[in-house]
């Protein structure tokens, strides 16, 4: 078999055209070769075409070549050639086989004889063979194409897809969650595929428990584990692309129970295209693993700061500000405009809106820091901007923690640079996203941030037209600083998975649900306002990394399964960090028009007593006294517990 194989191969690696070639010739002496059978079957003897006969059987593929290639018969790729496709040969076949008859009964006319020169006597008979071509030379001639030309595809299907495909790489043994219309298309798919092989549907539908589809049987989930043992199943794709959110949180929750590897179907919008592939498969997202069912968005509070409004977006190029800015165009804002620092970041964000900008909505790119005050004043002025969401921060706990001058510089002071600048220029709403590390703050990162949500508070109570509105979340899943996209690094390289603590638990939410609540909320804001989101219930950090691993098809390594593939190690608290989060102080939340976005009430500082400390906080950071801007940013912030590190700069 590996000599066959070798050759095969090389027959697969072929040009298209010569294998097109190769088809027709194939072709060409099959409709002959089936035409002499017809003839020497009907006399019921072996027969060589006399002169009469010679030009109607050798001919043949001037008549069948045309109407193969009119039905694109050789466009099609063999080893992948399916039901539709041979029904399309069988229509090609059966046109040929008719229009052969009708030319060689037509032949049989004296004057078509002188024309073929066959006799020069249009009125001689000569050549009782010739009269004898019959109705039943046709019709076997038919039957006898059909499955020579038919059962030569299926024959190369086999040969090249099992003898070649299936030796070239072990293929994984699969099974299909839904036995529904979904999972019997992905299973025709798979079929073709040379990396999958299903051998078995499951379904929560009972009637369906033990019986086949396409020859694959079908069980309900208990039979998983079995599944796995014997049939040494280490995929589950999921066929649900209809199920709810609940019902897919469900079933991925049984399946992390066991070590195999999850993924899913797209959309039944993009199955309805009728072009899935394998490669289609998505892998599932440890999203839904939250519980989260979102909340459907008010679609007036979502338009009522950024319809036909000039917005400019902080931080543009960073996980929030990225999905601001691919939120708002939605929206049809009547410019938008892009303020951020990093150049690269800038630019990848400009040409991704671009690419969805259908509504050809202004947009600028404009770099530039929210500490420098005149740059902020100079744009602000130039666009006329009327709502600025300002997500420019420094998000990294550690970070920030060794670099807590730059935290404070940034995180603080460019908050009351912005703010300020917005005042000046008059615009309209001023949107803070910040973070429920600012309450009861263990990190300077937290503590600049309150500070930031300080200082709005104070500036909301002067005299201008400024709204200034807090939105206060958690993490958020595949954000440049969560733990996930670590995870699957980690993963994807074998080991070890890193977790601080094995009692840490956050917060989690989707970036678009965020950035979606966070629109919403702003447009509820009347001024000095911190809002928080409903994050749900708290995920442990071990039991996320446990899920993502199985998830993944592998197991944990532990005293347990000491034969395991990924270990996970603890670090330990790093500087800042505590074990769990909060959203707000005490109980002093009150509800709003959105189930997902309650108010808080917090204590504020007054403008006259603030902004002394903030003048004092820019001159001690500038100058990176860091001892001293710790021992303020506790005087601003009392309840600033700080856990930090030896080093500071």
Not at 81 to 87: K, R, T
Not at 92 to 112: D, E, F, K, Q
Not at 446 to 467: D, I
């Amino acid at each position: 078999m590996g000599i066959a194989s070798k050759y095969l191969s090389k027959i697969i690696n072929l040009n298209r055209l010569i294998k097109k070639l190769i088809m027709a010739l194939f072709d060409s002496i099959s409709v002959v070769t089936v035409l002499l059978i017809s003839f020497s079957l009907n006399l019921n003897n072996w027969q060589w075409p006399e002169e009469e006969l010679f030009l109607i059987i050798f001919g043949a593929p001037l008549i069948a070549l045309p109407i193969f290639f009119s039905f694109r018969m050789y466009q099609s790729v063999v080893r992948y050639i399916g039901f539709d496709a041979l029904f399309t040969i069988a229509q090609a076949v059966t046109l040929y086989a008719v229009v052969w008859g009708l030319v060689s009964l037509m032949s049989n006319h004296p004057y078509m004889m002188v024309i073929l020169g066959i006799d020069s006597d249009p009125f001689s008979f000569k050549g009782v063979y010739f009269e004898g071509v019959s109705r039943s030379v046709i019709f076997i001639n038919w039957m006898l194409s059909l499955i020579v030309i038919g059962g030569s595809r299926l024959l190369a299907r086999s040969l090249f897809k099992d003898n070649i495909l299936q030796n070239t790489r072990a293929k994984k043994n699969v099974v299909i969650y839904g036995a529904g219309s979904a999972g019997r298309q992905l299973s025709q798919v798979l079929k073709t595929s040379i990396e999958y092989n299903n051998v078995a549907y499951i379904d929560d539908n009972l009637a369906k428990d033990r019986a086949y589809i396409n020859n694959i049987p079908v069980f309900s989930f208990e039979a998983i584990e079995m599944l796995i043992n014997k049939k040494r199943v280490t995929e589950v794709l999921l066929a649900l692309p209809s199920a709810s959110i609940k019902e897919r949180n469900v079933i991925i929750e049984k399946l992390s129970l066991y070590s195999v590897h999850v993924r899913s179907l797209p959309s039944v919008a993009k199955l309805a295209e009728g072009k899935l592939k394998v490669d289609d498969l998505l892998e599932i997202d440890i999203g839904d693993l939250l519980h989260r069912i979102p909340v459907e968005p008010n679609d007036i509070l979502l338009k009522t700061k950024v319809i036909n409004k000039v917005v400019l977006v902080t931080g543009s190029g960073g996980s929030i500000g990225s999905e601001l800015c691919r939120q708002i165009i939605s929206l049809e804002p009547k410019r938008l405009i892009l303020y951020e620092i990093s150049e690269s970041s800038l630019y990848q964000i400009e040409q991704e809106l671009i690419g969805i900008n259908i509504s050809n909505i202004e947009i600028y790119p404009v770099l530039g820091s929210v500490t420098d005050s005149k740059r902020m004043n100079k744009i602000l002025s130039h666009y006329n901007v009327q709502t600025v969401y300002h997500a420019a921060a420094y998000k990294h706990v550690p970070l920030v923690e060794f670099n807590q001058t730059q935290g404070v510089i940034n995180n603080s002071l460019g908050t009351l640079s912005a703010a300020k600048a917005s005042i000046s220029q008059k615009v309209e709403t001023f949107v803070l996203i910040s973070t429920d590390k600012a309450v009861r703050p263990t990190s300077t990162m937290g503590a600049t941030k309150r500070v930031a949500e300080l200082v709005l508070q104070a500036l909301s109570k002067q005299n201008h037209k400024t709204c200034f509105t807090m939105v206060r979340f958690g993490n958020v899943l595949d954000s440049s600083g969560s733990v996930i996209p670590l995870f699957k690094k980690q993963i994807k390289a074998g080991g070890p998975v890193t977790v601080t603590d094995i009692n840490m638990v956050r917060y989690f939410m989707t970036i678009p649900e965020a950035v979606q609540l966070v629109i919403q909320a702003g447009a509820m804001g009347k001024g000095g306002d911190v809002f928080v989101l409903d994050m749900g219930k708290p995920v442990k950090i071990y039991d996320l990394a446990v899920k993502m691993i199985q998830l993944s098809g592998l197991q944990v390594i532990d005293k347990d399964n000491p034969d395991g593939d990924i270990e996970i190690s603890y670090t330990g608290l790093r500087p800042g960090e505590k074990l769990y989060e909060e959203l707000y102080e005490g109980n002093q939340v009150t509800k709003t028009d959105n189930k997902m976005i309650m108010r808080a009430t917090e204590e504020m500082i007054d403008w006259d007593s603030l902004k002394p400390m903030l003048n004092d906080l820019e001159e001690l950071s500038v100058g990176s006294e860091h001892h001293k801007v710790q021992k303020l940013l506790e005087k601003i912030v009392p309840l600033f517990q700080s856990k930090k590190g030896n080093d500071q700069i």
